[in-house]
């Protein structure tokens, strides 16, 4: 089944600690993006990608990184530097134009 | 500043009727709009979509109006069943700059339908 994988669906961190999160897909989708939901809002751009070896920050991309090394793969890495980690993370991806980007299931980061 | 508002952070309806999900815009720029549903716990998933040459898109059971003078887009459900109980998403893009499909989301509405 094509689609976008994210892991792990929990995930705990200590004070200080960096953290990645991963985002796979098998849709040769060339566009990517890391969005975060926090309650009650809408989902907030972090970070995103149209092409191999290239990203751009969102709108709230302080504290944290990303690479793109390969077309199918988009980590997340939650820096000791991101002051309020917690939250619901969103992986979502594009073909090229104009259409919907799809989503993984996310993955729910706590502080411990 | 919210440039995508959902002003109705909820919204219940008895199963069989029409549910309709509002959303307002502020940016005259935009000109794609979705809507998307989510479970708790999951990702969104994608329902439809509209671009601003047209005011109508229909499919199934859900049809999105575009309103672009009054920059307000409307979902409606027709007839609304209890599996449609979840979270709505607007959200609104626009081709300006190098950031194309960079998606605004509002901040959702729980719809629950009522068996």
């Known amino acids: 089944d094509g689609g976008i994988t994210q892991s792990p669906k929990y995930l705990f961190r200590k004070e200080g600690q960096n953290v990645t999160l991963s985002c796979e897909q098998n849709?040769?989708?060339?566009?990517m993006y890391w969005y975060r939901q926090d309650p009650g809002q809408g989902l907030r751009l972090i970070y995103y990608?149209?092409?191999?070896?290239?990203?751009q920050k969102g709108d709230i991309a302080e504290g944290y990184s990303v690479s793109r090394e390969k077309k199918e793969s988009f980590p997340l890495t939650v820096t000791s530097a991101q002051k309020n980690p917690t939250a619901f993370y969103l992986c979502?991806?594009?073909?090229?134009?104009?259409?919907?980007?799809?989503f993984g299931d996310g993955t729910r980061l706590s502080i411990l | 500043d919210q440039q995508v508002k959902q002003n109705s952070p909820s919204l219940s309806v008895q199963e069989g009727r029409i549910s309709i999900l509002n959303c307002d815009y502020t940016n005259s720029m935009f000109d794609y709009f979705l809507w998307y549903k989510k479970y708790p716990a999951e990702g969104p998933t994608f329902l439809i979509s509209?671009?601003?040459?047209?005011d109508k898109n229909e499919d199934g059971r859900f049809t999105v109006f575009l309103n672009k003078s009054a920059k307000h887009l409307s979902l409606h459900i027709v007839p609304s069943q209890p599996g449609d109980s979840a979270v709505y998403f607007c959200?609104?893009?626009?081709?300006?700059?190098?950031?194309?499909?960079?998606?605004?989301f509002g901040t959702g509405t729980l719809l629950a339908v009522q068996p």
């Open positions: 990608s149209q092409i191999v070896n290239d990203f």
């Open positions: 959200a609104a893009s626009g081709s300006w700059g190098g950031a194309t499909n960079k998606l605004i």
């Open positions: 979502a991806s594009r073909e090229e134009g104009r259409g919907p980007q799809h």
């Open positions: 849709l040769n989708h060339d566009a």
């Open positions: 509209i671009s601003s040459i047209k």
